[in-house]
């Protein structure tokens, strides 16, 4: 049975340069193929829950202009609750300007618009619909008061909270006692802990250093390496699938989406972990963020598929 998800965050469009290799600076590279997708950290989460079987709301703010009337209908098509996404006529809708490189690496800016006016009464307007949740899933591109207010009412509620703490910026321990499992990659844990994490020790470091914090869970995402998982009921290290990657962009999206899913499915946290993992990995197969997203059958296929494909972590 799927599970509620509410999905707090950022919506997006995404336009996207495929380039040999990220420019430096003063550099310019002739050449690249340009195309345009549906994106931000929210919506990419929540799309992401939503092809993976999840039954997902998303509270978010969008321009009232071509690209937000667009991202909706997006979300729409995707199944997604829309209620409390708002068209904002104040300000436009948020834009990425995304480099690929030929070898999947990334390189991104931002242009926040709406995102910007995601306010705590837009939480306080949502807080049935949070209240009423079974995972909250959130990450750092809206307000730093509207996350800390919707982690406040989801905790409060007694729903898990799910925190990618990206973009990286340093968070009061107040709120990671709230947050139910921290889901930093390598630098935003760094940030967080002051941990360089450089191995298998460091990463066990940051995690526990983030415990000390208040966090219960903490999943420290490493990439083409898998993630290390710190929790009262797993310890370890749960592997990445073997793929080709294409373009990494929203990789860290999809696996915090199916995450969340697998969760509201009462899989325990190791099985959870596998279901993100493989999603995560066909992501970063496509090309673009929400375009990227995998269906479930697709996770499932990898999930049950030959042990080399997708291992089970130690």
């Known amino acids: 049975m799927a599970g509620r998800i509410v999905v707090v965050g950022s919506s997006n469009t995404d336009m996207i340069l495929q380039m040999e290799h990220i420019p430096r600076p003063g550099e310019t590279i002739?050449?690249?193929?340009?195309?345009m997708a549906p994106g931000g950290k929210g919506a990419n989460q929540a799309v992401a829950a939503a092809r993976a079987g999840g039954d997902v709301a998303l509270l978010a703010r969008v321009g009232d202009d071509m690209f937000g009337r667009q991202a909706i209908e997006g979300f729409r098509s995707d199944g997604i609750d829309v209620e409390h996404v708002i068209c904002d006529g104040e300000a436009p809708s948020g834009v990425a300007l995304i480099f690929v490189a030929a070898d999947g690496e990334n390189s991104i800016g931002v242009a926040s618009g709406a995102n910007t006016?995601?306010?705590p009464a837009d939480v306080q307007r949502a807080s049935d619909m949070i209240r009423a949740a079974d995972v909250v899933v959130m990450q750092l591109e809206t307000p730093l008061e509207t996350v800390e207010a919707a982690a406040r009412l989801a905790s409060d509620a007694g729903v898990p909270v799910?925190?990618?703490?990206?973009p990286a910026q340093p968070l009061s321990d107040t709120l990671l006692r709230q947050i139910s499992?921290?889901?930093?990659?390598?630098?935003?844990?760094?940030?967080?802990?002051?941990?360089p994490v450089t191995g298998q020790q460091g990463a066990e470091q940051a995690a526990a250093a983030l415990q000390n914090?208040?966090?219960e869970t903490v999943i420290l995402t490493l990439g083409a390496r898998g993630a290390y998982v710190a929790s009262p009921d797993f310890v370890g290290t749960v592997p990445a699938c073997q793929v080709t990657a294409v373009d990494t962009t929203a990789a860290g999206d999809v696996f915090n989406g199916a995450l969340?899913?697998?969760?509201?499915?009462q899989k325990n946290l190791e099985l959870a972990m596998r279901f993100a993992c493989a999603a995560?990995?066909?992501s970063v197969t496509k090309l673009g963020a929400q375009p990227s997203c995998p269906r479930r059958e697709e996770i499932d296929a990898l999930v049950e598929g030959p042990p080399w494909a997708c291992p089970m972590g130690e």
Do not use: C, H
């Open 30 to 35: 002739l050449g690249g193929q340009f195309s």
């Open 260 to 265: 969340a899913v697998a969760l509201a499915e």
């Open 280 to 282: 995560a990995a066909l």
């Open 213 to 215: 914090k208040g966090v």
């Open 162 to 166: 799910i925190l990618n703490p990206a």
């Open 117 to 119: 006016r995601l306010v």
């Open 181 to 195: 499992i921290l889901t930093p990659n390598e630098s935003e844990a760094e940030l967080l802990t002051g941990v």
